[in-house]
């Protein structure tokens, strides 16, 4: 068995020696088979023949001096080349517009400078045109001087001022101003008139007051105790004094006023306060179409405004108006200053 497995192994090494040989051999012949190939010259395109570029070099030069003999000979190319040199030169005129210099502002391009020139002709059109006629106006104001002189009679004379006066508008325009001189004048005046001017009041207690409307004290002035108001059903005090008067009632200033103040509210509705002068202020209450304006002076004995419905606080009162009299903010009593 020993000995058999010794053989076995001898042969397996004499294989793998041998195809270990085998596989050299292939490869040694491959590569001498691609050297051989690789060293054959190939010719890709790209190669210079430089001896043939030489002799391109010779056949040049001979046929660059055949050509200079040829020019020299008349009717030759170049000569015919001569002769058609003015045409050349003429196509200058057969450009759509003129060549200009740089920066002169006369270059015309067409399709671009087409609509300026035709302004600036027409503008030249329009100068031309005016001269003209001003020149014909001149010599025909000369022959109607002229003729005038010949018959006789003196020719019309035409004032510079009115000329000026016809032909410039500054001067239409002061015409027109002065036209409109007055129409400002009588705004002003309206304006004057709208003017509020400015009085010093004075007011005393010994001054009085005149009563207001005829009717007798609904509800009276009591601020030394309450006096009982049935609308309300309560007894309190009162700085005010109201009149009994039927809706619609005139009311006149008790005294000279400045109003400065119109105002609304629950208890009097509408109302009006004037300033007598001397801290004393006197406010109307209970009013309608009130007649007096804000800022505005107002004479003893001076409608103010009518009487108004009464409000809800004196519904069952009835109407009335509500007239208080303070002095410094104290209130008075106006019912004792009636005279």
Known sequence: MKRNRNDNAKKERIIMLASSAFVLAALTMTGIYMQSKNAEPEDDGYTIDFTAMEDNVDDKLQEIAQNDQAQNQPGSYSSSLDNQMPETASLDDDLDYMPMEVGSGLIQIPGLTDGLQEEADLTGEKDGDASQSTGTTGQDTEDDQAAAGQEGTPAPDVTPQAEETATDPEGQAMADQVMETPVQAEDTGAEESNVIVTRTLHFAETDGLLRP???????????????????????????????????????????????????????????????????YLLTYGQLKDIQVTLGSYVDPGTVIANVAAPTKYFSVEGGNLYLKLTADGTPVNPEALFR
Do not use: W
């Not at 005090?237 to 109003?259: F, Q, S, W």
């Not at 509210?265 to 306060?273: P, Y």
């Open 213 to 279: 409307l005829a009717g007798e004290t609904l509800i009276p002035y009591s601020m030394d105790g309450s006096v009982y108001f049935s609308t309300l059903d309560q007894y309190k005090y009162n700085p005010a004094l109201m009149i009994a008067a039927a809706e619609g009632t005139a009311v006149t200033a008790c005294a000279e006023g400045h109003v400065i103040d119109i105002f609304e509210n629950e208890e009097i509705g509408h109302a009006v306060t004037m300033e007598l002068g001397d801290g």
